[in-house]
Nanobody, 122 residues
């Protein structure tokens, strides 16, 4: 599966953005999908993940209550709605796909998009 993330940009603190990740291939609905982020000089970290059906989600504590992951299997797309953004949310955001069960472990995600930059100004 090939992934293409989009929707990043510059936003003021407190604002919102919605990221999208479009997937190619007819097997999108069989993958667990995740969002990860990497700030400058830091390691890539887990943000959110969603099961193939969308019935179960998991979030990093740092984004819980502010971010929402969702998916539309008919459109082969996963979304990350980001509200109440903070300067510390500034990072390149990556979408990823996994055949394993729902997990925050990036090592279980074998397919990655190219990343989209989110910059939150204070």
């Amino acid at each position: 599966v090939q992934l293409q993330a989009s929707g990043g940009g510059l936003v003021q603190a407190g604002g919102s953005l919605r990221l999208s990740c479009a997937a190619s291939g007819s097997t999108f609905s069989t993958y667990v999908m995740g969002w990860f982020r990497q700030a400058s000089g830091k390691e890539r970290e887990f943000v959110a993940t969603i099961t193939w059906s969308g019935g179960s989600t998991r979030y990093a504590d740092s984004v819980k209550g502010r971010f929402t992951i969702s998916r539309d299997n008919a459109k082969n797309t996963v979304y990350l709605q980001m509200n109440s953004l903070k300067p510390e949310d500034t990072a390149v955001y990556y979408c990823a796909a996994s055949r394993a069960g729902i997990s925050s472990d990036l090592r279980l995600y074998h397919y990655w998009g190219q990343g989209t930059l989110v910059t939150v100004s204070s």
